[in-house]
């Protein structure tokens, strides 16, 4: 779990940044309210930076990195 990596507690806010497929990228905006809230992030960042973690998603892999809001 990275939230648990990242020393954060389950109802901490965070800041999400995703790097991804453009696939990925319009489902992730499709559904980014609901995103949002199931995940306390204020909002969802497009980049990647040296602290993502790959992640397969489904077939694509994608970049997560979070930290507290």
């Excluded at 499709?30 to 993502?52: V, Y």
């Excluded at 973690?53 to 507290?68: Q, S, Y």
């Amino acid at each position: 779990n990275l939230r648990k990596e990242k020393g954060l507690d389950v109802t901490d806010r965070i800041k999400l940044k995703m790097e991804g497929s453009p696939w990925l990228k319009d489902a992730v905006n499709e559904f980014e309210e609901h995103l949002l809230s199931e995940t306390l992030a204020g909002s969802i960042e497009w980049a990647r930076d040296k602290d993502s973690k790959e992640i397969e998603c489904g077939d694509v892999t994608c970049f997560i990195n979070l930290e507290k809001a």
